[in-house]
């Protein structure tokens, strides 16, 4: 089959590959009719998340189930599903106490108690690094499913794939940002970055009832995608100092809730970069410091881009001053799909309205480049198998 092939850091190429076996009678193999390029691709095509050996990339898939095997009793050939991206067996502690991304049985090699850098890590993720379990991702024309009686959900006929495709991650993962900061109704939220994460958070943000959603941004083409798809208000730090604005923007407080969408690879200056070599840090958290500032005493940051390393003068005592609740992490999909499923269904929310580019997945080395460098106002690029 041909699969988008990550092999070293800024290479990625469409090889021809193995197809994938049933290896459990727990899998399926599903014919891949869409998948997209999420940021946290991205992360690993930069380095920034290392991976040693080739791999399968891609999290954000779904398809038509193509083989079943023997133990399978929820699924047969020809359904049509959503595959969330975290791996889940369905039955350990974790995953039978709403926290799937913590699957104690998926990830065989490194999972732990830890969380260390380089071991004893969380549950698997599909095409997410041998660190998450290694599994292929599903950037190709096959993918192996496992415990596929658990995560997989089969979605009407009368719903096209970009209108169900991502419930596999962003939406979902934009959905926790705003459920772990539990609105009750009229809050000030300020979402820093607005690319596909960012965007579905804003989404998020309305449909729980806030009363203003602010975009960060620093680039001008998503803040105007942002303001014309969602409806939200829009700050560039290239133009106001965003911390003060959304100071006066809240009578002096600060916003209620402030969410990272970003992670530790932002926009950064020389002097940023200088600090993280000398501290041995990679990346930055320069977007987790203006959260910290831009929310108000008492208020919630919630944290769904990706960090990867420690970082030196955390803010530890404007966390303590300000009493601050951090919520962060993979997003907990299967406690929202079903809901998330049925807000589609009901025309509660449009997801397709933030792609940008579609691509045949022979072009998967174009949709990378553009969305890593930010070409031809890319905000999300879906590829297409099967033409």
């Known amino acids: 089959m041909k699969a988008a092939v990550f092999h070293k850091p800024g290479d990625i190429s469409v090889d021809t590959v193995e197809d994938p076996k ?16 999420c940021g946290s691709d991205l992360h690993i095509l930069s380095g920034g998340v290392p991976q040693p050996k080739d791999l399968i990339l891609g999290h954000e898939f779904m398809g038509i189930v193509e083989e079943v095997g023997a133990g399978v009793t929820k699924l047969k050939k020809g359904d049509r599903v959503v595959v969330p ?5 369905g039955q350990c502690f974790f995953c039978t ?17 830890d969380g260390d850098l380089t071991d004893k890590k969380g549950g698997a993720l599909y095409g997410y690094t041998d ?14 499913v496992p415990y596929a009686d658990i995560s997989p959900r089969i979605v ?61 941004d620093v680039l001008d083409y998503r803040l105007e995608k942002a303001k014309a798809v969602n409806h939200v208000e829009t700050l560039n730090p290239h133009k106001v100092d965003v911390v003060e604005a959304i100071r006066q923007m809240t009578g002096g407080r600060g916003a209620d809730v402030c969410v990272d969408a970003v992670g530790f690879e932002p926009e950064r200056g020389v002097m940023d970069k200088i600090k993280s070599a000398v501290n041995f840090e990679v990346g930055s958290m320069k977007i987790l410091d203006l959260c910290f500032e831009s929310v108000r005493r008492s208020g919630t ?23 601050i609740t951090i919520k962060q992490g993979q997003a907990p999909v299967l406690n929202y799909i079903d809901h998330l499923i049925d807000l589609v269904k009901e025309e509660k929310v449009v997801l397709d309205d933030i792609i940008s580019h579609t ?12 969305f890593q460098k930010k070409q031809d106002d890319c905000t999300k690029v879906v590829l297409k198998p099967w033409g």
């Open 97 to 113: 106490h709403g926290a799937s991304p913590h699957c104690e049985n998926s990830n065989y090699e490194h999972y732990g108690p």
């Open 301 to 323: 940051v919630s944290i769904v881009g990706v960090y990867g390393s420690p970082y030196d003068n955390f803010p530890m005592f404007r966390i303590f001053d300000k009493g």
């Open 85 to 89: 991206f975290p791996i889940s067996c």
């Open 22 to 37: 049933i290896q459990h009678p727990n899998d399926v193999i599903l014919k891949v009719t869409s998948t997209a390029i």
């Open 156 to 216: 009407p006929d009368n719903l096209t794939d970009e209108q169900v495709l991502f419930l596999t991650d962003i939406f979902p993962t934009g959905w926790s940002a705003i459920d772990w900061a539990q609105l009750k109704g009229g809050e000030t939220v300020a979402i820093f970055g607005s690319g596909p994460v960012g965007m579905m958070a804003q989404k998020a943000a309305w449909l729980n009832g806030a009363g203003r959603v602010i975009a960060i």
């Open 131 to 144: 660190l998450y379990g290694g599994y292929s991702g599903g950037q190709a024309e096959y993918v192996r």
């Open 359 to 370: 691509l045949p997945l022979s072009e998967a080395a174009k949709g990378y480049e553009m």
